[in-house]
């Protein structure tokens, strides 16, 4: 059967209302970014508060034994701050789709609504291409959004400091505008297809949400000092979620067919 966009644009549509019922998820939704924004600015604005501070060159030198005398420490580590939160800020547009998703098939099944959608004439791609929609459209949305805030904050608490903007750097634009959406099709996928074999929407959002501690553990690593990152790290980051993406649309396509989802919950 032919793929249709506007089917597919049907799907997204009634599931995009369907979210703008959900009060609670949108709180989840929004509380998120608030603390990947407000957390870097204080932990910049700590920094350029107090840039003699001695305590900042042990810090600094902590990552970089090599940090020269007259290099300003404060400097450094609000360098590194930033390339080390990008990591972080990642985990956002992974896990705003999470939260979505999870409502994908699974939702459907306990608001009783799956079975009149399964009767309708539509194929397995365009029911992935919908449903995928409603979550990245609105995750990839939050993460612009929230990057401007980022941006806004950080050059407003480093002025002082710096007397120039720091952000947006080369790193976070290529981050937030490709690696962003790719990440966010990553959760996606991983949400939709533990969404349409569990018979919950809670089980799939709490398994689906053991995706992010990858994550999080590389941004451990790098606030260790075990991890040095930068464009090169985050650049092979982005082509195995690329990769992952191409894998899960695949199982997607395969796993939400109307005939498979008949026989399992019709």
Excluded: H
Aim: charged share 15%; net charge neutral; aromatic share 12%.
């Amino acid at each position: 059967m032919a793929f249709r966009p506007k089917r597919a644009l049907a799907i997204f549509w009634k599931d995009f209302l369907d979210l703008r019922k959900n009060v609670g998820l949108l709180l989840s939704m929004g509380v998120l970014p608030l603390v990947f924004v407000l957390v870097p600015i204080g932990v910049v604005w700590a920094y350029a508060a107090r840039p003699d501070d001695p305590n900042l060159r042990v810090i600094a030198q902590y990552y970089n034994q090599d940090l020269l005398l007259g290099e300003n420490a404060a400097l450094f580590l609000i360098d590194k701050t930033l390339t080390d939160w990008f990591g972080m800020f990642l985990v956002m547009p992974v896990f705003v789709p999470i939260l979505i998703s999870s409502q994908s098939v699974a939702g459907e099944k306990e608001r009783r609504t799956l079975e009149p959608l399964l009767s309708s004439p539509v194929t397995a791609a365009e029911l992935v291409a919908g449903k995928s929609l409603a979550s990245l459209v609105p995750a990839v949305g939050i993460s612009w959004v929230a990057f401007f805030v980022f941006c806004v904050g950080v050059d407003v608490v480093a002025w002082p400091l710096v007397q120039a903007p720091l952000m947006p750097n080369a790193l976070w634009t290529f981050g937030i505008f490709v690696l962003a959406p790719l990440f966010a099709f990553f959760g996606n996928g991983v949400a939709v297809l533990l969404s349409a074999r569990v018979s919950e929407a809670r089980t799939a959002q709490q398994l689906s949400a053991l995706v992010v501690l990858p994550l999080v553990g590389l941004v451990g690593g790098q606030i260790a000092g075990w991890l040095n990152a930068g464009v090169g790290y985050y650049a092979l980051q982005g082509f195995v979620v690329l990769l992952l993406d191409g894998v899960l649309l695949v199982a997607s396509v395969r796993l939400l067919d109307r005939e498979r989802l008949i026989s399992r919950w019709g």
